[in-house]
């Protein structure tokens, strides 16, 4: 949970130095939901935004980060979670989900072995601290 956390306080931080360094004409939204504010913050940096030429590098890696770590961020935190040990005593992680899709409920079970667990954490580790970085260059350069 820590690099999803990471990577939430940097984009909350961004955010809110862009409100500061904006314009009256250019407003940028603070709202409340982690999700509405990858929302927020793609909305500024992205190819419309008002901070597009300062933030195109950011918004690539933002996008790529939310494409390939939002479900797990969300299976993660909303999931019903159990760990079990194989006769290797190697653990499986299995995950089931519940979600609502077109006003129908939509359930889900994913298992990932250990193996396969870290891999996916080693990757959010790094995209998360490449995006952190990305944002905290960003920040300084909106600050300037």
Known sequence: MH?????????????????KA????????????IGQRFEDLAAAIGPEGPFSAKG????????????????????????????TVDQNCDWLLVIRSLSIRSRQSERGVVVMERIEAQSRLADL?????????????LRKAAEA
């Open 22 to 33: 904006s314009s009256q004409s250019e407003k940028i939204r603070l709202r409340q939901l």
């Open 125 to 137: 580790k790094r995209e998360g601290q490449h995006l952190a970085s990305i944002l905290g260059q």
């Open 3 to 19: 690099h999803f956390s990471t990577v939430e306080m940097a984009v909350t931080e961004t955010l809110l130095t862009l409100a």
């Open 56 to 83: 195109h590098a950011a918004f690539a890696k933002l996008t790529h980060y939310r494409e390939h770590q939002e479900s797990f961020r969300a299976l993660l935190c909303h999931g019903a979670i159990k760990v």
